[in-house]
């Protein structure tokens, strides 16, 4: 029998290669953006077009590349950056495996220009699947223009792999914010469909964060620096009361390089434990420099795992780092981080003190209430008593007419409403007067009257109390929102039907971004193909309503708040939640209803204003009466 092995070709063996290293577009941006890197590149443009899907551009201002290194870069093992097994020791570049173009050129159409600075002209190549079209001189700037276009139109079954195009777009923006954000002296543009998504100019990490995560991060950073002789480490934890919901914003990086490590992370969590509650997370923006032998970056193909010499020390490092970063912060909250290294001015041996937040996990505003909404399971709790609380604190108010004052205080909370529940202004009148007040104002709080289906009236010892209905629901139903999201409490009610509804792309992105708040909410849906989510549940409170309008009406609520205030998602998607819900709610209520819902609203955090800051109370007082009447 004759022999049956045969090597496979190139180009065959090119397309196998590239299921390692390409996986989907975002894979390409990577490799692209850690080539002009590592080309010393000070400036670097990336284009993308229908997420990656027609074309994924890099243009840098690096050394470019001969003639000759040009057609070699784009076989496969072919790379400058290292020459023998031991260089993998020593590795101070982003690539390596000189396997990266060669991958790409398998699976796509291509087109590379390159020049040199010191050569007249440069060189142009296209190649499409590993084959050389076309090959000749150009004209051009010094530096390096690669163009990936119809990525895997060779591949058909791998193009039908791919998510849909906000997915794609997603992991694309992912892979991009991950290079971004560690090389803040390198001035980074991404135009995504011909809009600008990211314009980054040269500076410190603190402004690269702050430009790439938005302004409000400037506030939640506390900077980080600790030198040992295993390694340099520095960046940025989050302060402990931004801890989110969400996932985001957590970047380790090794020697310039993004990386995931359960084990790290665990240590970085572990700095935390007993500052935040479960189920929320730090964002962290770590680097981590240290001698290339003590790492090995060449156990995964996308090098996003690595492996240390010594990860247990490196644990204990990352832990105690952080610790004192946030204990430092704790006393010394008021040092200007405006500065990069700050740590300078603190006295070294100052003793720290853990810092501590208080969070009543417990907070329920309608424990107090009869109308079934409560979720009052909670046997001997506070809940009841902080709701107490809150009606004192807020009739109080009214009572002495401090209203202003106090909205101003309550106000400021909007923002940190998970952490500063129970931590409001205190009662200052005594509280045996107050008893008696309350007493009173109850009996005549019973006296209501609904006008026009949209104020609600009654009388109390200085005047008329009005309040307005539908700004009234919308903040007890926020407030619950906000509970629900904090507690995971969200109940859903099955649809009989599951049904499918379209998104355009925006919404779908917005859906993805959402999601995990939305299933918190009660809302039990899952993408489904192409802008097509499929919607199983709803929360109980809404099960009734039209899906895909309730849908849309959130998300547009949404995206106008995220324009008019600046909400975080968890606050803004609880009160556009709250805003459908009480629109559906301005009509008629009985009396009963209409004490209920005074009830629940006095039993808030802050029932004097809505979110977007309008009055939801009013008071005449009797002498404004009588003015009228003179
Ligand atoms: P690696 O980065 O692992 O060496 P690649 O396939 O990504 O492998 O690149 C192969 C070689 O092509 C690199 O080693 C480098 O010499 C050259 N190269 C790739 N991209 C650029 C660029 N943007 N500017 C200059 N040289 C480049
Ligand atoms: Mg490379």
Redesign the pocket.
Known sequence: MSNIIQLLPDNVANQIAAGEVVQRPASVVK?LL???I??GATEIQLIVKEAGQTLIQVI?N????STT?ARL?LERH????IRKAEDLFHLSTM????????SIVAVAQCEIK?KREEDELGTLIQIEGSETKKQEPCAGEKG?S?SVKNLFFNLPARRKFLKSNAVERRHIIDQFERIAIIYPKIRFLFFNDEIKLFHLDPGTLRQRIVAVFGKNYNDRLVPIEEETSLVYLHGFVSKPEFAKKKKDGQFLFVNGRFIKSNYLHHGILAAYSELIPNGVHPSYFIHLECNPESIDVNIHPTKTEIKFEDERSIYAIIRSAVKKALGEHNIAPTIDFNRETVFDDLPQNKSLVQPSIKINSNFNPFESNTDGMSNSNHPNNSFSKTVTKNYQKNWESLINKNTELEQQDLALDDDNDRFSISGQAENQIQKSDLDNTLTENRKDQNRVFQIHGKYILSPIKSGLLVIDQRRAHERVLYERNLKTLALHQGASQKNLFPATFDFSQNDSVLLNELSSELHLLGFEFEEFGDNSFIFRGLPVEVAQENCKELIDEILQSFKENEQNLELKSHVNIAFSLAQKESRCLNKILSNEECTALIDRLFGCENPHTTVSGKSIISTLSLDELNSKFT
């Open positions: 490799e850690e080539n002009a590592d080309a840098d690096g050394k470019g590349m290194d870069s072919a790379t400058s950056k690539g390596f495996r000189g396997e990266a173009l060669a390159t390096t690669i």
